[in-house]
């Protein structure tokens, strides 16, 4: 079978599944990350015979996407920031909600040099990532919890940013007293709810991993007080933390991140390009 009657028929099927646009670029994805024919490729070049083993995995991707699973999971990588990542049902899939949290870093720090920074709960890697090359000279270390994740993280970084330090380390269970060393913080913790569970779409609630996605309903912002905690003795003065944030608990953080130390008024709570509440930001003050 040529290139693009493979293409046309991936995107037959899995438009069946995913509806007509979103089966297109499923198919493309397929097509250029299994397959290395891209928009422009499949153009000139689409005539051209693939090999029984490319069409094996095509095939093979195509059916854990008919399955449910998400196509990321399905190819093993995911773009983020213009860079692709490898990606595991292990770890959350990037979003453009957290390359806004990226920007929005950058956007605050990127005027400073030999910034020292800590991505808490880090996943796949993609926010330490992104920050090591978008912040030059930098030293960022990132943690997770997971075994499983870590290993992704660290084969991301050894790619793409091999200055940072990954670690396993428990958001949870972080020293009481550290010094403070770091110009920013940065976290995207578990915020989901699991009342909201209902609303999620069905791929990401049935296949991401639930311990990166849901908190307990009684404590929505517990992993937030406890990096907030950390965050307050952590960071150097005029040091910043940044979250990422469940779009209903925009004023709930607001209070929990003055009440852990913070001047309320240096904490803003951010919209993403959707309009939601997305994110929270907040200065350490010099003790007077």
Do not use: W
């Amino acid at each position: 079978m040529t290139a693009s009657e493979k293409y046309t028929e991936l995107k037959s099927r899995l438009s069946a599944v995913l509806g007509a646009g979103e089966g297109e670029a499923a198919a493309r994805i397929l097509m250029e990350d299994i397959a290395g024919f891209g928009r422009t490729k499949l153009f000139a070049d689409g005539s051209r015979s693939l090999l029984d083993f490319t069409e094996q995995k095509l095939d093979a991707a195509a059916e854990r996407i008919e399955a449910g699973e998400p196509v990321q999971y399905a190819v093993g990588r995911a773009r983020f920031c213009g860079m692709d990542f490898e990606v595991s049902p292990a770890v959350l899939i990037p979003r453009p909600e957290t390359a806004g949290l990226v920007d929005l870093v950058v956007d605050r720090m990127g005027g400073r040099s030999d910034l020292e920074g800590l991505d808490a709960c880090t996943g796949s890697g993609c926010i330490a990532v992104a920050l090591a090359r978008a912040l030059p000279f930098s030293r960022i270390e990132a943690f997770d919890v997971s075994d499983a994740a870590l290993a992704v993280a660290e084969a991301n970084g050894r790619r793409l940013a091999p200055q940072v330090d990954f670690y396993k380390a428990d958001a949870l269970a972080l020293p009481l007293n550290p010094p403070a060393r770091f110009d920013f913080i940065v976290s995207n913790p578990p915020y989901i709810l699991p009342s909201e569970e209902a609303t999620m779409d069905a791929r990401v609630a049935a296949h991401e991993p639930r311990t990166a996605l849901f908190v307990r309903e009684d404590r929505p912002l517990e992993f937030y007080e406890a990096l907030a905690s950390y965050a307050v003795r952590a960071l150097k003065d005029g040091g910043m933390l940044f979250f990422e944030i469940n779009s209903t608990q925009g004023e709930a953080m607001r209070r929990m991140l003055t009440d852990k130390g913070f001047d309320g008024r240096s904490v803003d709570i951010l919209r993403d390009y959707k309009g939601n509440e997305r994110y929270a930001v907040a200065v350490k003050t010099a003790k007077r």
